[in-house]
Every structure is written in structure tokens, then in C-alpha cells.
């Protein structure tokens, strides 16, 4: 059960649009769920998509009320550059563009597609619409990734996570410089009262710490910096929101501040650099680094000192 308060960058849109952005659904799906009296307002179980709500008004969505999802197959076309691989996991090194898993929008085209291409087996392994996948990069995001081939990789996988004994390092080049060489942001994640497609940092949202280490500094096209950041949590957006909270969005991210002319780039410059942890089966450590793809590479050239 999804419960919010609707925010006032809401108010007067009508039901179904909010509870699809509330939801992460697709506005059929979202429809879908009103005629099934999955949707309350204020208590009351709504009666129809095109009714206008409030701010201010209690919002509960349950999820569980949709039909099964189809579950995603094989797309062998797909690419895949795998980093690691043994009989129980993978390590994926993303390409930017990619979407992890189907949702809404994306119901084909996806890392899992081309993961069940080349390891079918990982069709039973966790959430069935996102089989194997234990955490997640933005689209827009490049790096590595590691996903469960076995049910006991997933456990394992999912509580060193939760334990937050998984090392994940990212590069990010952002706008100004930090005051200070390191750092760390502590700082709850929710949805952005005002614009709830958004993430923010917000007060009662969900816990969040990044680590972040400056690199190297550069003078043009403008005030940049190359950060080393080192996620505890892992939460949508994590990384650009606190950045962005900082007043030193990632360069190339159009949703959090960071698309600018003087340093144009295709895509958030953040790149998912090194991933290490504990083995889930054997306990061996599993450590790959993965280097800095060439779109980010001719930005960071065009920076200098």
C-alpha cells in the first residue's frame, strides 16, 4: 500500500495522473486501479480517473490490485558487455541510454531483456518483472551493475545491500567547486512537493549518505570539479539530488540544474566506476572498475585547469 499526502504542485490535476506518478504507473495502468477501487481519497474509495483532487488530501494506492504484469523474455539483439560472470552473478557494464528494467514506458528494450538472452535461468531469480535485479542505475547512468544468476545470490545480495556492505564508487564532473576537499551528505530523499516527478531533498523522506571526494578542479569553460563519490544508500536519483542540493548539480543532468551552455553535454556525466563486495556464496571478494566511457571522456577533455 502506497500512502501520500497530495502535494500542492498537484493540486486540481486529476486522479489518474497523480496516481500514476505516485505509483510509478503507466496512466492506463493507474486508470486500471481506480475501476478496481484500489484508490482512496480521504478514506474514501474513488470513483473515477478524471476527478480533480486536492493538496492536502490522503492519497492510498495499492499496487496489488493490478493484474500480473507479463513477465519480460529474451532479447538476444540487445548488447551486453558483461565485466564478471560465474555460475551465481554477473556484473554488467552498463551503457548510457539503457533502462534496467520494463516499467512504465519501458516495456522492452531493457537490461533485463538482454540478461535473460544470455542467462535464462534468471527468470525465476527475484521479482519476476525485474528478474535478478537487486539495484539500479538511472538510464542516463553508465557502470557497473551487478545482478543474481541464483535465488542464493539474490538473498545474499539484497542483505549485503541492505547492510550496506556493498562498496559502489561513482565519477561525477559537476558545475562550481566544492568549499571543502571531502565530505559527506546526509540528507533524506523524497519526491519534490513541487514537482513530484522529481526527487528532492525533503524532510521525512528516506534516509540518504554520499560520500564525495574532489578530484580535480578545472578553471573552463567554466568553474567544474571531478568528484569521486561513494554511496551508504541507494536512492533514486541519490547521487545528482545531493549534488544538486550542494549547488553543484552534475554537468548534462536537464532535470536537476546541470544542462548548461558552456559545457554541453549528451547525457548526467556520473559514471558508476567500481563495485566491490563479499562474494553472496563463497565469500570471496568480487572487485571490477570499469573505465570512463569515451562521451564522458571528450567532456572531461574539453575541461582545463
Known amino acids: 500500500m502506497i500512502s501520500e499526502t497530495v502535494p500542492g504542485a498537484l493540486d486540481g490535476e486529476r486522479l489518474d495522473r497523480v496516481v500514476s506518478i505516485v505509483a510509478d504507473l503507466s496512466r492506463a495502468a493507474a486508470a486500471a486501479l481506480i475501476e478496481a477501487g484500489a484508490v482512496r481519497l480521504d478514506g474514501e474509495a474513488a470513483s473515477a480517473g478524471k476527478v480533480r483532487v486536492r493538496a492536502g488530501q490522503a492519497l492510498e494506492v495499492d499496487p496489488g490490485r493490478l493484474p500480473a504484469p507479463a513477465r519480460p523474455g529474451p532479447d538476444p539483439d540487445l548488447p551486453l558487455d558483461v565485466a564478471y560472470e560465474d555460475e551465481d552473478l554477473v556484473i554488467v557494464d552498463k551503457r548510457a541510454g539503457v533502462v534496467v528494467h520494463p516499467g512504465a514506458g519501458h516495456a522492452a528494450g531493457t537490461l533485463v531483456h538482454a540478461l535473460l538472452a544470455r542467462y535464462p535461468e534468471m527468470a525465476t531469480v527475484g521479482d519476476p518483472t525485474r528478474p535478478g535485479i537487486v539495484h539500479r542505475l538511472d538510464a542516463g547512468t553508465t557502470g557497473l551493475l551487478v545482478a543474481a544468476r541464483t535465488r542464493r545470490a539474490y538473498e545474499g545480495l539484497v542483505a549485503a545491500l541492505q547492510r550496506r556492505d556493498v562498496e559502489r564508487e561513482y565519477v561525477a564532473l559537476v558545475w562550481g567547486v566544492p568549499s571543502a576537499p571531502s565530505g559527506v551528505v546526509d540528507a533524506p530523499i523524497g519526491r519534490d512537493q513541487r514537482d513530484p516527478t522529481r526527487m528532492a ?105
Not at 211 to 234: I, N
Not at 262 to 278: E, I, N, Q, T
Not at 280 to 300: F, K, N
Open 201 to 305: 531533498v525533503v524532510v521525512g523522506g528516506r534516509d540518504a549518505r554520499t560520500h564525495y571526494r574532489v578530484e580535480a578542479a578545472h578553471a573552463t569553460p567554466a568553474p567544474l570539479a571531478r568528484l569521486t563519490c561513494r554511496l551508504e544508500t541507494g536512492r533514486t536519483h541519490q547521487i545528482r539530488v545531493h549534488l544538486a542540493s550542494l549547488g553543484h548539480p552534475v554537468v548534462g543532468d536537464a532535470t536537476y540544474g546541470g544542462a548548461r551552455v558552456r559545457l554541453r553535454a549528451p547525457r548526467p556525466m556520473l559514471h558508476a566506476r567500481r563495485l566491490a563486495f563479499a562474494h553472496p556464496v563463497t565469500g570471496v571478494r568480487v572487485e571490477r572498475e570499469s573505465p570512463i566511457p569515451a562521451d564522458m571522456a571528450e567532456v572531461l577533455a574539453r575541461c582545463g585547469d
